[in-house]
């Protein structure tokens, strides 16, 4: 399978300029628990890092940063931002966030441009319908054997 038939399409996004309070306000908005911050000028569709609600909490609160002075960019884009593209195997891309550490990655088009992300928890969603859907057939295989012999 490849990365972007895995990842999630609609990805909730935040310019690189915008206040840390802000990035706060569209997580409660779209009840996700992360962003991507996509870069400024000829960068606005690429991704220049991600911030996560334990970012917001590790990072922000704990350090009492003031949430309207500091942007998304300036806490949280990375110029070695991990990402994957959409005609990666999937196994290639989860052996990348093995490595790295990492449970989310955006997953970019060719160009660069954001396609989706993709996370742990998608895989483990796919990983269980597949597992599923095994169990089904091994559990219609002796009806179908005894009707078949019959």
Known sequence: MKTGQACIRSVVCIEA??????AARLMREHHVGNLVIL?????????????????????VI????????V???DLFASPKLITAGVDEELEQTLEIMRRHGIRRVPVVEADGRLAGILALDDVVEIL???????????????GVEARRRG
């Open 71 to 73: 942007s998304a960019g």
């Open 17 to 22: 300029e915008a206040s840390i309070r802000e």
């Open 62 to 69: 704990a350090m009492e940063v003031d949430m309207d002075s």
């Open 39 to 59: 870069g400024s000028g000829t960068d606005r569709q690429r991704p220049v890092g991600i911030i996560t609600d334990r970012d917001l909490t590790v990072e």
């Open 128 to 142: 269980a319908e597949q597992l599923s859907m095994i169990v089904g057939v091994i559990s219609r295989q002796p």
